[in-house]
């Protein structure tokens, strides 16, 4: 295991970005947008062409349209929740908030700033 794991402090400095503080008391931040685009859902996962995960449930795709929001809303961090004790769930403007960010993944997303 790291020895950054797990974080001691997670806090929203802003819609626009968090700062984690970790075992070693190490801080790293993170920005919104970064953490949207690789937002760890199935949903957000498919749409980057990230298939892994896919197990068909019909043959047919569904017809349904989602309609996208603004970049300015889907980048905007409103909530931050604990998630068990090995995770956070991120809620962003658009209500978007399925994608589970485990310490693991979000130490990961420290290194592609």
């Known amino acids: 295991m790291n020895s950054k794991l797990p974080p001691k402090e997670i806090r929203k400095l802003s819609e ?5 503080t970790w075992s070693n008391g190490e801080t ?10 690789e937002c760890p859902c199935a949903t957000c996962r ?6 892994s995960h896919n197990t068909p449930i019909a043959i047919k795709r569904s017809p349904l349209t989602i ?8 980048t905007q ?13 991120l809620e962003w403007g658009d209500r978007h908030d399925d994608g589970i960010y485990t310490w693991e993944y979000l130490l990961e997303l420290t290194k592609r700033k």
């Open 67 to 74: 309609v996208e929001s603004t970049l300015e809303e889907s």
């Open 28 to 37: 790293d931040r993170i920005e919104s947008v970064l953490l949207r685009r």
């Open 77 to 89: 961090l409103m909530n931050i929740r604990g998630v068990g004790n090995y995770a956070i769930s």
């Open 46 to 51: 498919e749409a980057r062409g990230d298939s």
């Open 16 to 20: 626009r970005e968090i700062q984690v």
